[in-house]
């Protein structure tokens, strides 16, 4: 964890120094400085800090893993990295319902925002629940 908190850390000190620049650019300009997207980059400052600490203090923490120390070998990072699930249409129709939703809601139509919803739960159940019947039940 050590190499994605330092990835981090660097992005937080590009934000650090790209901030200020882009504040003093902007300021430039006859109609004063864009505070959208100096609030922005501060605020990626902040959460690129905020995810290198915690990375940071993690690493410290739990043993290394083969990949970050020098001498692991290739063979000691193999093995099974965890369950991966085949094909599902569920996600189609949980993104289907909000789609529902979104089109009701920007047309003020309630009865549609209803019906999204009530697809979004069905369809929500079916993507929790998958694993539990069928071909790839556990």
């Known amino acids: 964890m050590k190499a994605e908190a330092w990835i981090f850390a660097t992005c ?9 620049a882009y504040w003093l650019i902007t300021d430039a300009s006859d109609t004063g ?13 902040f959460l690129a800090i905020m995810v290198a600490l915690y990375l940071g203090f993690h690493a410290k923490r739990m ?6 120390r020098k001498e692991a070998e290739i063979v000691e990072g193999a093995g099974e990295l965890g369950f991966f699930p085949p094909y599902s249409w569920w996600p ?3 993104a289907s319902a ?6 009701g809601i920007a047309f003020l139509a309630w009865w549609l925002v209803i019906i999204g919803f009530t697809l979004g ?12 019947r069928g071909d790839h039940a556990h």
């Open 12 to 20: 937080a000190i590009f934000f650090t120094l790209v901030t200020p």
């Open 33 to 45: 400085a864009d505070w959208t997207g100096t609030s922005a980059l501060a605020m990626s400052t």
């Open 63 to 68: 043993d290394p893993r083969p990949e970050d």
């Open 92 to 94: 189609l129709w949980c």
């Open 98 to 103: 909000i789609a529902v939703i979104a089109v």
């Open 121 to 132: 739960a069905l369809a929500l159940c079916g993507l929790v629940f998958e694993y539990y």
